[in-house]
T-cell receptor
Framework: DGGITQSPKYLFRKEGQNVTLSCEQN?????MYWYRQDPGQGLRLIYY???????QKGDIAEGYSVSREKKESFPLTVTSAQKNPTAFYLC?????????????FGSGTRLTVV | GENVEQHPSTLSVQEGDSAVIKCTYS??????FPWYKQELGKGPQLIID?????GEKKDQRIAVTLNKTAKHFSLHITETQPEDSAVYFC????????????FGKGTKLSVKP
């Protein structure tokens, strides 16, 4: 079955460490997104990519980095510059060529600073 | 840019009652309006969507209405059940290459048995 897979489900980071969250999709979608969700809060856009080897900053890109070397993959690195990284991270994708512009979301990665 | 306001932020109903969540958008060029349901610890799932050329869409117990003139759209859930308890997000998009979804801040729906 086609879908979008995030790993790991839970991730613990020591202060000063960089960590990378994985997002893989086999839906042949062009665009991919990373969102941050804090408890009881909405979805805040970190980065997005509409095509391989291209990506744009969202509303809260500081302290994060991404790459888009393959259509299927859009990993997110949370750097030590992100002072409050504890949150639930969601990856999403969509196919720009369709008339339906809805997103497919992954199941999320919960990152905790220890 | 587009801004989506969602109300209420929390909603509690008795099982069997109806629930209504409302959203307003600012960009008149928006033409696609999906609704997502997010259960605890999971990613949001698309439950229903509507395009700007349609005023209402229904799928079993859920329906969405759109008023383009007033720039607002609503989610209606009838005969609510405890499993409807979740956070619901509305969103708006202009579609095309610049058509990123803009999300509302969410509504936490609690259905009491």
């Amino acid at each position: 079955d086609g879908g979008i897979t995030q790993s790991p489900k839970y991730l613990f980071r020591k202060e000063g460490q960089n960590v990378t969250l994985s997002c893989e999709q086999n839906l042949n979608h062009d665009a991919m997104y990373w969102y941050r969700q804090d408890p009881g809060q909405g979805l805040r856009l970190i980065y997005y990519s509409q095509i391989v080897n291209d990506f744009q900053k969202g509303d809260i890109a500081e302290g994060y980095s991404v790459s888009r070397e393959k259509k299927e993959s859009f990993p997110l690195t949370v750097t030590s510059a992100q002072k409050n990284p504890t949150a639930f991270y969601l990856c999403a994708s969509t196919d720009r060529g369709r008339t339906n512009y809805g997103y497919t979301f992954g199941s999320g990665t919960r990152l905790t600073v220890v | 840019g587009e801004n989506v306001e969602q109300h209420p932020s929390t909603l509690s109903v008795q099982e069997g009652d109806s629930a209504v969540i409302k959203c307003t958008y600012s960009d008149s060029a928006s033409n696609y309006f999906p609704w997502y349901k997010q259960e605890l610890g999971k990613g949001p799932q698309l439950i229903i969507d509507i395009r700007s050329n349609v005023g209402e869409k229904k799928d079993q117990r859920i329906a969405v209405t759109l008023n383009k003139t007033a720039k607002h759209f609503s989610l209606h859930i009838t005969e609510t059940q405890p499993e409807d308890s979740a956070v619901y997000f509305c969103a708006a998009s202009k579609g095309g290459s610049q058509g990123n979804l803009i999300f509302g801040k969410g509504t936490k729906l609690s259905v009491k048995p």
